[in-house]
Antibody, heavy 117, light 110 residues
Framework: QLQLQESGPGLVRPSETLSLTCTIS??????????WGWIRQPPGKGLEWIGS???????YYNPSLKSRVTISVDTSKSHFSLNLTSVTAADTASYYC?????????WGQGALVTVSS | QSALTQPASVSGSLGQSITISCAGT?????????VSWYQQYPGKAPKLLIY???KRPSGVSNRFSGSKSGNTASLTISGLQAEDEADYYC??????????FGGGTKLTAL
């Protein structure tokens, strides 16, 4: 059974870089033609797609965040990462990693990241 | 890339059927048969309910069904149960390997 787990700092200072990792168990990024993505949800608000990395390594980003986002995968294909630069309070959210083809069928439990000094 | 439009809230009596709409554009909902729906309980991760507009993953109740007409997709829940009270989100492929979500709908079961 595929499982995803987000990890990273729960508190980030304004103007710094938010970094999260999604660890995959029960599968691998290189197994199957899937997208591996990041989605976030500010407290009390809706879901926002941040970006995805295809199993081939190609990356795709939300145009509204593109200038600040980088998604990468490690060579072992057992985890992928999110970097979001120059964060502000508006980036405070629960961050989810997920897998899918044209949807998101497996999700991590989410990681709450607060941006505050 | 603008968020898809969903009603903020919907309510229905137990046993009734309710429908949640998801309005987009020809660049997302109307242009592709890749609309998905998610159910989310407070403090939990979203769960996939419907994919490819009308398909249900294994294990999802057949009380949940999806449809699409033009630029608007819909999720129908029949035989409303207390456990259906949750937030529901639509999502559409928007071309160029990008996706867009709806603002979410809070369902209250009366």
């Amino acid at each position: 059974q595929l499982q995803l787990q987000e990890s990273g700092p729960g508190l980030v200072r304004p103007s710094e870089t938010l970094s999260l990792t999604c660890t995959i168990s029960g599968g691998s990024i290189s197994t199957g033609a899937f997208y591996w993505g990041w989605i976030r949800q500010p407290p009390g608000k809706g879901l926002e797609w941040i970006g995805s990395i295809y199993y081939s390594g190609s990356t795709y980003y939300n145009p509204s965040l593109k200038s600040r986002v980088t998604i990468s995968v490690d060579t072992s294909k057992s985890h992928f990462s999110l970097n979001l630069t120059s964060v502000t309070a508006a980036d405070t959210a629960s961050y989810y990693c997920a897998r899918g083809i044209m949807d998101f069928d497996y999700w991590g439990q989410g990681a709450l990241v607060t941006v505050s000094s | 890339q603008s968020a898809l439009t969903q009603p903020a809230s919907v309510s229905g009596s137990l046993g009734q059927s309710i429908t949640i709409s998801c309005a987009g554009t020809s660049g997302d909902v109307g242009g592709y048969n890749y609309v998905s729906w998610y159910q989310q309980y407070p403090g939990k991760a979203p769960k996939l309910l419907i994919y490819d507009v009308i398909k249900r993953p294994s294990g999802v109740s057949n009380r949940f069904s999806g449809s699409k007409s033009g630029n608007t997709a819909s999720l129908t829940i029949s035989g409303l149960q207390a456990e259906d009270e949750a937030d529901y989100y639509c999502c559409s492929y928007a071309g160029g390997s990008t996706w867009v979500f709806g603002g979410g709908t809070k369902l209250t079961a009366l």
